[in-house]
């Protein structure tokens, strides 16, 4: 490979949550600190332990060696390089400069877009598992978060369960959906017949969607992510996307998320929500870090990279198929999250949730509680990290966790 996805890079005490919140109390989910002998790997915040694409650094490089920082407006090149992306890699058509605006993040559009499309106390639907975060974007802003459960079929993929989410649309009188694609914490690239039938329920119930797309780009061999915009018009038309080069590239410590929202009406909603808050300003570095990613060098580490998670996630799930008889998941097709559902392992080990938990944290693998993704008895694994490290925390784990 042309670019480094084995070196093992030292984070410590370099701004990065993921190794330096561990044994401390912020969220409430943070592993604890592992045993004297352990050290931790990572694998629980959604950000990698790659390095980031070397354009990413240099465009930040040539910017900060202008030595002014003062109020700037996004180049147009800013806007290019998004329309190009996306059209070239994703499907989008007919993307305009007038349908991107900048957001300060995913959490900072959902939340615009919850208030200017529903009202306090309305209920909202969303699948679950869910990402934590926008069942807490949801309830934070006074509104109720209403379920509809993904179910896994014969051959163990997960589905939509289209008349559980027509139901509870009808009953909760639901008018906004926040929708996940590809899908964290489950990893499912959702397929286009998958996505027309989504959208079918929603329109019926005249229910706008909230797509969270941030996870576009990361999606395995035979497999291809369709924008929720580009199913049919209405999608079209009733859909607020969120994007952002945070997931491929590491970058969200910088923020910079966008939105694409095609529907004028709505976009000036949505828009006016956030310019509201004097929130919603664009780092400069930010988009020159955006202009370093869509380049074609980021083009070519991001093929890299994707080999590199696929053979990660490919490893994780074989070896768990293999030696964790009672350790349920699916093989992700896209994303570098890993869902365990461990209810049949904890059973016939009596063994609670906590426990497993725990006994992984003590030998330094800092894997998440899924709970707060609404699996009951579920842990999420982040596999974004040199193989070398995702074999050790797997030998650990046949070591010191699963040899009861």
């Not at 209403?146 to 639901?174: F, N, Q, T």
């Not at 994303?335 to 426990?355: E, I, N, R, V």
Request: with cysteine.
């Amino acid at each position: 490979m042309k670019y480094d996805f084995t070196s093992i890079i030292d984070r410590r005490g370099m701004d990065a949550l993921a190794l330096d919140n561990i044994g401390r109390i912020h969220w409430g989910n943070e592993p604890e600190t592992p045993r004297e002998g352990f050290d931790p790997i990572p694998m629980w915040v959604a950000d990698m332990n790659f390095a980031t694409c070397p354009a990413v650094t240099e465009a930040i490089i040539r910017r900060a060696q202008h030595p002014l920082f003062g109020y700037f407006m996004p180049r147009e090149e800013y806007y290019k390089a998004i329309i190009d992306w996306q059209s070239r890699r994703n499907g989008h058509r007919g993307l305009a400069k007038e349908h991107i605006g900048y957001e300060n993040g995913v959490h900072g559009l959902v939340t615009s877009a919850v208030e200017t499309l529903s009202a306090p106390g309305d209920c909202i639907l969303l699948h679950s598992p869910t990402y934590v975060g926008f069942a807490d974007d949801v309830e934070g802003l006074g509104r109720k978060s209403v379920c509809s459960p993904l179910k896994r079929d014969e051959d163990g993929v997960w589905r939509m369960d289209y008349a559980d989410m027509d139901a509870k649309l009808k009953e909760h009188h639901i008018h906004l959906a926040i929708f996940c694609s590809p899908h964290n914490p489950t990893g499912r690239v959702w397929e286009r017949w998958e996505l027309e039938k989504a959208m079918e329920v929603y329109a019926a119930n005249d229910c706008y969607v909230i797509s969270d797309e941030i996870w576009a780009d990361l999606v395995y061999s035979g497999h291809r992510h369709i924008p929720t915009q580009m199913v049919n018009h209405w999608a079209r038309e009733h859909t607020v996307a969120a994007y952002a080069p945070s997931k491929t590239f590491n970058l969200a410590g910088l923020i910079g998320a966008y939105h694409i929202i095609y529907n004028g009406y709505l976009r000036d909603r949505v828009t006016a929500r956030g310019v509201a808050t004097h929130y919603n300003e664009m780092n400069v570095l930010s988009m020159h870090a955006l202009l370093g990613a869509c380049s074609p060098e980021g083009e070519a580490w991001t093929a890299e990279l994707l080999e590199v998670l696929e053979g990660n996630a490919r490893y994780a799930w074989e070896h768990i198929q293999k030696n964790y008889e009672g350790i349920e998941a699916a093989m992700p097709q896209g994303t570098y999250m890993l869902f365990l559902d461990c209810s049949a392992w904890c059973a016939a080990h009596g063994k609670s949730l906590d426990q497993l938990l725990k006994a992984g944290w003590d030998v330094g693998v800092a894997w998440q509680d899924g709970r707060g993704f609404r699996g009951p008895c579920h842990i999420r694994m982040n596999l974004a990290s040199p193989l070398g490290r995702i074999r050790e925390a797997f030998a650990r784990l046949d070591e010191h966790v699963f040899q009861v």
